[in-house]
């Protein structure tokens, strides 16, 4: 508007004074009084920020992100923490959802923080060997949903000479917001160690462009389960009349990458039931699932399936397990195929449950069988069948020098780690429980830890207070093999140019409803990937890496 002027310029000197002192007063009473607009974040903890009703942060010092059944075991990593302060150290970040309303979920994250204040023990207690580690708890919140602000900390901790940030691991489930934060921490040069997430998408492809350098990984993925699984279940597993696929709809990495193994194994013979989908509304949400599992099993039971591949979360395993239970079908019986996500069905069974899997006449009418990443009693049985099968060949008692490597390196591994739980509770240390090794999670993230503390004393120079560089770890994994392999209690890990484990065994698991009130994990074999066992002191063939 032609001679309009802004009302700031029409106000005399003394009023421009007095506008200022104004807006000064405002601001005052902001600081004073809490406006909300300049508020600091509301807290937690110290470091720790409370997001939507969730802790969100990084924390080595005890704190237990408000879940009652981790607060003994973080205390403990806060008490190794304090004792090795002095000494030579770097950090190791242990990333993955620590707030949960499932009280099976809690159980499980104490199995995994169990696994790591071991491992960081068994990392600490080597004489002379540095750098020691210091373990930090870091909470992305529900499903990884705050990733982005954690990966922004820990990149800010890799950079900083106090905190010495040297690997993130961790990282217990396949999501595409898991995907994302191991994407980010790699392409900004921070080395991750992956011991839980079997997801194909979430690693290197070997003889092409790494896309996650500096990632590794002790776990198969879902494509090597899947051939492991087949390999052992032999003809019956690859014989397409006999199998048939049931898979999640939802998009899932997981789900998605399990269901695209099972459908690379090489079936024979004729046809069998095209592949059945079901749509789940979320990782640990039922929805309809029920109804729609009754359909696909009365459509399983018309034909001639026995075999049941299944590439879906634990939570829906069960519910179709016991529904495929209850189908009367000639009382003919299923074996139920999945992967390594259904390691924590056990604990999500009830008495009800067990009830309906075992059948009136107390036969299973129903197997669930898994690729488990390691169970505690793999060593001890394939050692002894191995051991029989020798002398019944040899009509002799086998040497040390002649007992397989890829058997008793492990077997010596898992008892290491039986002697140090021992130790650890008679030196009065509490961890909340017990550590239970069924379900494979101690023992997985402690070799978790034992690879990173093995990769931080190889690349260590003869300066003890020069702490290796980001550089040296993640150049270091490839290196993890032959003479360097490490002795995990999962098996020999042995890690290719890309950073994956070369032919890891799985576990293969089966429940077992038993005769008691709850069944059990019965193990029942080892599958490994390529058909055949580790090759002697885990030497990669070539054109593998």
Same mark, same amino acid.
């Given at each position: 508007?032609?001679?309009?002027?802004?009302?700031?310029?029409?106000?005399?000197?003394?009023?421009?004074?007095?506008?200022?002192?104004?807006?000064?007063?405002?601001?005052?009473?902001?600081?004073?009084?809490?406006?909300?607009?300049?508020?600091?974040?509301?807290?937690?903890?110290?470091?720790?920020?409370?997001?939507?009703?969730?802790? %969100?942060? *990084?924390?080595?010092?005890?704190?237990?992100?408000?879940?009652?059944? !981790?607060?003994? $075991?973080?205390?403990? %990593?806060?008490?190794?923490?304090?004792?090795?302060?002095?000494?030579?150290?770097?950090?190791?970040?242990?990333?993955?959802?620590?707030?949960?309303?499932?009280?099976?979920?809690?159980?499980?994250?104490?199995?995994?923080?169990?696994?790591?204040?071991?491992?960081?023990?068994? @990392?600490?207690?080597?004489?002379?060997? $540095?750098?020691?580690?210091?373990?930090?708890?870091?909470?992305?919140?529900? &499903?990884?949903?705050?990733?982005?602000?954690? $990966?922004?900390? +820990?990149?800010?901790?890799?950079?900083?000479?106090?905190?010495?940030?040297?690997?993130?691991?961790?990282?217990?489930?396949?999501?595409?917001?898991?995907?994302?934060?191991?994407?980010?921490?790699?392409?900004?040069?921070?080395?991750?160690?992956?011991?839980? !997430?079997?997801?194909?998408?979430? @690693?290197? *492809?070997?003889?092409?462009?790494?896309?996650?350098?500096?990632?590794?990984?002790? %776990?198969?993925?879902?494509?090597?389960?899947?051939?492991?699984?087949? &390999?052992? &279940?032999?003809?019956?597993?690859?014989?397409?009349?006999?199998?048939?696929? *049931?898979?999640?709809?939802?998009?899932?990495?997981?789900?998605?990458?399990?269901?695209?193994?099972?459908?690379? %194994?090489?079936?024979?013979?004729?046809?069998?039931?095209?592949?059945?989908?079901?749509?789940?509304?979320?990782?640990?949400?039922?929805?309809?699932?029920?109804?729609?599992?009754?359909?696909?099993?009365?459509? !399983?039971?018309?034909?001639?399936?026995?075999?049941?591949?299944?590439?879906?979360?634990?939570?829906? +395993?069960? !519910?179709?397990?016991?529904?495929?239970?209850?189908?009367?079908?000639?009382?003919?019986?299923?074996?139920?195929?999945?992967?390594?996500?259904? @390691?924590?069905?056990?604990?999500?069974?009830?008495?009800?449950?067990?009830?309906?899997?075992?059948?009136?006449?107390?036969?299973?009418? *129903?197997?669930?069988?898994?690729?488990?990443?390691?169970?505690?009693?793999?060593?001890?049985?394939?050692?002894? @069948?191995?051991?029989?099968?020798?002398?019944?060949?040899?009509?002799?008692?086998?040497?040390?020098?002649?007992?397989?490597?890829?058997?008793?390196?492990?077997?010596?591994?898992?008892?290491?780690?039986?002697?140090?739980?021992?130790?650890?509770?008679?030196?009065?240390?509490? +961890?909340?429980?017990?550590?239970?090794?069924?379900?494979?999670?101690?023992?997985?993230?402690?070799?978790?830890?034992?690879?990173?503390?093995?990769?931080?004393?190889?690349?260590?120079?003869?300066?003890?207070?020069?702490?290796?560089?980001?550089?040296?770890?993640?150049?270091?994994?490839?290196?993890?093999?032959?003479?360097?392999? $490490?002795?995990?209690?999962?098996?020999?890990?042995?890690?290719?140019?890309?950073?994956?484990?070369?032919?890891?065994?799985?576990?293969?698991?089966?429940?077992?409803?038993?005769?008691?009130?709850?069944?059990?994990?019965?193990?029942?074999?080892?599958?490994?990937?390529?058909?055949?066992?580790?090759?002697?002191?885990?030497?990669?063939?070539?054109?593998?890496?």
């Amino acid at each position: 508007m032609p001679g309009w002027i802004p009302r700031w310029n029409r106000l005399p000197r003394w009023g421009k004074i007095l506008y200022a002192l104004a807006g000064v007063a405002v601001l005052v009473a902001a600081g004073v009084f809490g406006v909300p607009a300049l508020q600091k974040p509301d807290t937690c903890h110290h470091g720790v920020e409370k997001i939507g009703g969730e802790c %969100i942060g *990084v924390d080595g010092a005890g704190y237990a992100f408000g879940t009652p059944e !981790i607060g003994a $075991v973080a205390k403990a %990593i806060s008490e190794e923490n304090k004792r090795i302060a002095n000494q030579p150290h770097v950090t190791v970040a242990m990333m993955l959802p620590l707030q949960s309303d499932s009280a099976a979920l809690r159980r499980q994250m104490r199995s995994d923080l169990q696994g790591a204040y071991l491992g960081q023990r068994q @990392a600490n207690s080597g004489m002379g060997q $540095v750098p020691r580690i210091r373990l930090v708890l870091a909470n992305p919140g529900l &499903n990884y949903g705050h990733q982005d602000k954690i $990966v922004s900390t +820990l990149l800010d901790m890799a950079e900083s000479d106090k905190d010495k940030l040297r690997a993130v691991t961790g990282f217990n489930l396949t999501l595409d917001a898991t995907e994302k934060a191991v994407e980010r921490l790699t392409e900004n040069g921070v080395p991750v160690l992956a011991s839980r !997430i079997s997801g194909d998408g979430i @690693a290197n *492809v070997e003889g092409k462009k790494q896309r996650f350098p500096g990632l590794a990984r002790i %776990i198969p993925t879902n494509g090597n389960a899947a051939e492991a699984l087949a &390999n052992f &279940n032999g003809e019956r597993g690859r014989e397409d009349a006999r199998t048939v696929l *049931v898979y999640d709809d939802r998009p899932d990495a997981y789900d998605q990458s399990l269901a695209s193994a099972f459908r690379g %194994i090489q079936e024979t013979g004729p046809a069998g039931p095209a592949d059945m989908s079901f749509e789940s509304p979320g990782i640990d949400e039922a929805g309809s699932t029920g109804s729609q599992f009754e359909q696909i099993a009365n459509n !399983i039971c018309g034909s001639t399936a026995d075999t049941v591949y299944f590439a879906g979360r634990t939570l829906h +395993l069960r !519910i179709f397990a016991l529904t495929l239970a209850r189908q009367t079908c000639a009382n003919r019986h299923f074996t139920l195929v999945s992967g390594s996500d259904a @390691a924590s069905l056990r604990q999500a069974m009830s008495e009800k449950d067990w009830a309906q899997l075992r059948g009136e006449d107390g036969a299973a009418k *129903v197997t669930v069988q898994y690729a488990a990443p390691a169970h505690p009693a793999a060593w001890d049985t394939e050692l002894a @069948a191995w051991t029989k099968q020798w002398k019944e060949t040899h009509h002799r008692e086998p040497t040390a020098n002649e007992l397989p490597q890829y058997l008793t390196e492990p077997k010596a591994a898992l008892d290491g780690l039986s002697e140090l739980i021992k130790s650890t509770s008679k030196a009065g240390t509490d +961890l909340g429980s017990t550590p239970n090794l069924e379900d494979s999670r101690t023992m997985l993230v402690y070799d978790g830890l034992v690879t990173i503390g093995t990769a931080l004393h190889e690349v260590q120079g003869n300066d003890a207070e020069q702490a290796p560089s980001l550089g040296d770890v993640r150049q270091e994994w490839s290196k993890l093999q032959s003479v360097h392999r $490490v002795r995990g209690t999962s098996g020999l890990i042995c890690l290719t140019s890309g950073g994956n484990p070369y032919d890891k065994p799985v576990a293969v698991v089966e429940l077992n409803p038993g005769q008691g009130v709850r069944g059990t994990l019965k193990f029942v074999g080892l599958g490994w990937p390529t058909g055949k066992e580790q090759p002697k002191n885990c030497v990669i063939p070539s054109g593998t890496s």
